[in-house]
């Protein structure tokens, strides 16, 4: 089932959101040791996917190129100013918390790399392991803003759903167009880069010096090219 990591990770929200409504006292220690330890999970799913390549020369150049071209194209820049014009504007628009919840815990839970990545897993190879991962740190993300800014939170997993679930269909239809020799070696080759801003990902959790994990995601574009001209230069 394509969408089923998907689902999963709406369901973990609402059911963490109404855990934060229900409960609403978290020591910071406990938030701290929680969070450290997801992070940790993170961090070892991201280096089980990152050996999963074939070429690994292909996996250095796709970084290596995908972080210059993010770098320039400031993706994470830009991510962050549209993240902070749409809350400003349901700020202007709405009132109460609900519109703070609602757009705090969309902003956090569908912009990032774990988002796109684990929706082309899912949809190219049916593996939701990252999707299910996020799910685990979304939902527990949800418990402590639901205690904190109501019920809005819950409400995000809507947009979550239909952002990730767009990506993961979309990935399952373009592979139903591509030869399987392609789908073979495109899989592995961006499950390994997928895999390497899983573990950045892990790290920003842990709280080592932030990573920007989004300016790494033209790699995965880069990664495609890289396996086609692969292709055509031994066919």
Excluded: C
Excluded at 176 to 181: A, E, G, L, R
């Amino acid at each position: 089932m394509v969408l089923f990591g998907t689902i999963v990770n709406g369901l973990a929200i609402i059911i963490g959101a109404w855990l934060g409504m229900k409960f609403k006292k978290f020591s910071t220690e406990m938030k701290d040791t929680v969070m450290k330890a997801i992070g940790l999970a993170v961090v070892v799913l991201g280096i089980n996917m990152a050996l999963k390549g074939e070429e690994f020369l292909i996996v250095i150049f796709s970084l290596a190129l995908g972080g210059v071209l993010g770098e320039k194209w400031n993706i994470e820049g830009k991510l962050n100013e549209m993240g902070q014009a749409i809350e400003r504007k349901m700020k202007r628009n709405t009132e109460g918390k609900i519109a703070e919840g609602f757009v705090a815990a969309t902003l956090l839970f569908v912009v990032g790399a774990m988002a796109i990545i684990g929706a082309i897993d899912s949809g190219l190879r049916q593996d939701h392991s990252v999707l299910l991962t996020k799910s685990v740190l979304d939902g527990f993300s949800s418990i402590v803003f639901a205690a904190t800014m109501g019920i809005g939170v819950m409400f995000s997993a809507v947009p979550v759903i239909l952002y990730q679930g767009a990506i993961a269909l979309s990935a399952t239809f373009i592979v139903q167009f591509i030869p399987q020799q392609f789908i073979d070696s495109f899989i592995s080759e961006v499950t390994a880069v997928g895999g390497i801003m899983i573990i950045a990902i892990g790290l920003n959790i842990l709280g080592i010096p932030k990573i920007r994990v989004a300016n790494l995601l033209p790699a995965i574009l880069i990664t495609i090219l890289f396996v086609i001209g692969k292709i055509l230069w031994f066919s």
